[in-house]
């Protein structure tokens, strides 16, 4: 063959060749998915491309991966962010992540020091994890001399019934718990949590002012349980306004929806008057009706319960084994099972609803400590994010189904931000966010977890990523792969 002619065919097979090998390849390609990012506002086919445990590119033509997820039909979402878990376990994990967990939070309550939080995730988690600083802990430590960084530890469960729940403190340990406070913000804690109606009589007003003051000093969010009343008093809401407003904390109220009951209207209109005027306050609700707690909590041991819910003996389950409760067994379990949990049949659906309809709510679980599958929890572990996308978004319409992915993603990220910078990557699904992912089904998406059948996993959740790794495929977990990081704030 002429050199011309072989010229002129390398030139041609260059010109073919070229475009395929230039074309980029990445770690993993989640293809021609629904992909919906609720800070951009993007709800469009896109396919998505990873490396390195981000999101390098959102594109509208097909592209080239290592692996390759084919989500047509399916959503393409930034992994939810609970917010408010008490079950940092490996069996809280696994429901979790089937349910589209990327992150769990132990906000509301805590722990002290923070580095001591999640034991069970020491050989390695599946989804990131992080908690506030825990008042309760540091108020069982001054005032008990417990060791207990957490409700339970390898050594066993506090009981919530002990002097640090029921004796008011003196200035001196007021004090005493400020430095301690400030010593868990620098070790990273994710503001501070405060179980205020657990020892409503418990805490004075020097006391809670102390907390929202280094709250403001340090520039983190407070998470309140406030004090409940009855019939949805909002004596406990205001209070906590108050101080926010005074001090300029951050406030997010905990569960408002089992706290104001049939007064949600009220209370997010009180929590909207604030933000008018300056505050800096935020709420969530759960999507399962029925409040757990322990048996032993001070709403139980020292008021009137059953006026406060409205509700009586049978309307309450014992969590371990699901059996509804009589004035005989209850009394038995409180005196020999002081640890034990309960659920408390009390919400109303359409309390539920008006709280989710509440513009910047979020969605958490709430779950339950989940250590065994023959001791059983709440089903929030298991389908509190299915429950949120298929019953209120698919079957109730509640919410648009962007505006409920948000919910549960970029409005918890946004917030903590206030906590740490590594949330300014997360709750999000474009170019240089980390690659917390979720791939769903929106017609079949759906809750299985009941009570009495906690660890039923959800339907429609197929593929769960944590930094770019897959650990659900197929709506089953992937055991051996731990791209889960403890999440902390700025340490000193």
């Avoid at 002619?5 to 074309?23: G, R």
């Avoid at 021609?32 to 951009?40: A, C, K, S, W």
């Avoid at 979020?362 to 949120?388: C, E, H, K, Q, Y």
Wanted: with cysteine; net charge negative; glycine share 10%.
């Amino acid at each position: 063959m002429p050199a011309k002619s072989l010229c002129s065919l390398f030139f041609i097979l260059l010109v073919i060749w070229l475009p395929v090998a230039a074309a980029p390849e990445y770690d993993l390609v989640i293809q021609g998915g629904r992909v919906i990012d609720p800070e951009t506002k993007l709800d469009a086919v896109r396919s998505v491309g990873i490396n390195d445990g981000s999101i390098v590119n959102i594109s509208e033509k097909p592209l080239s991966g290592k692996k390759s997820i084919d989500a047509k039909g399916m959503i393409v979402a930034p992994g939810f962010i609970d917010v408010h878990s008490h079950t940092p376990t490996l069996l809280g994990q696994h429901m979790n992540l089937l349910d589209g967990v990327t992150t769990q939070l132990d906000l509301e309550a805590g722990s002290y020091p923070v580095s001591k939080y999640g034991v069970h995730y020491s050989g390695g988690a599946q989804l990131n994890y992080g908690s506030s600083v825990g008042h309760f802990v540091i108020r069982s430590k001054v005032i008990e001399g417990s060791t207990m960084p957490y409700f339970f530890d390898e050594k066993g469960v506090m009981t919530m019934g002990g002097p640090a729940w029921m004796q008011v403190a003196t200035s001196q340990q007021i004090e005493t718990m400020r430095e301690m406070l400030h010593d868990g913000i620098d070790g990273g804690g994710l503001g501070i949590g405060v179980l205020l109606d657990y020892m409503t009589a418990a805490v004075s007003d020097e006391e809670l002012s102390m907390l929202f003051e280094v709250a403001a000093e340090r520039d983190v969010p407070i998470f309140v349980h406030v004090r409940r009343g009855v019939a949805g008093d909002p004596a406990g809401l205001i209070e906590v306004i108050d101080l926010a407003k005074k001090t300029g904390a951050a406030l997010f109220v905990c569960h408002i929806t089992h706290n104001a009951m049939g007064g949600i209207g009220n209370w997010l209109a009180m929590i909207d008057e604030a933000n008018a005027v300056g505050a800096n306050i935020t709420t969530e609700t759960l999507s399962y009706a029925a409040g757990g707690t322990s048996i032993s909590a001070d709403v139980f041991r020292r008021r009137d319960w059953q006026k406060i819910f409205d509700i009586t003996y049978e309307d309450v389950q014992w969590v371990a084994t699901g059996e509804w409760l009589t004035k005989e067994t209850w009394q038995k379990y409180a005196r020999e099972h002081p640890q034990g949990m309960v659920n408390h049949h009390y919400v109303k659906e359409q309390w539920l609803e008006t709280a989710l309809r509440w513009p910047g709510m979020m969605v958490s679980t709430d779950a339950l400590p989940a250590t065994d599958r023959d001791i059983l929890a709440n089903p929030n572990i298991g389908g509190t994010f299915s429950r949120l996308l298929g019953h209120y978004v698919r079957d109730r319409g509640v919410l648009e189904l962007p505006d409920a992915l948000a919910r549960i993603s970029f409005y918890p990220a946004q917030w903590m931000e206030q906590a740490s910078p590594a949330f300014k990557k997360k709750g999000r699904l474009q170019e240089g966010a980390d690659a917390d992912i979720v791939i769903f089904n929106p017609d079949t998406v759906a809750a299985n977890a009941t009570y009495g059948d906690p660890y039923n996993p959800s339907t429609g959740i197929s593929h769960v990523f944590v930094a770019g790794r897959q650990v659900v495929e197929n709506s089953q977990r992937i055991e051996g792969r731990y791209p889960g990081r403890r999440i902390l704030g700025p340490v000193k």
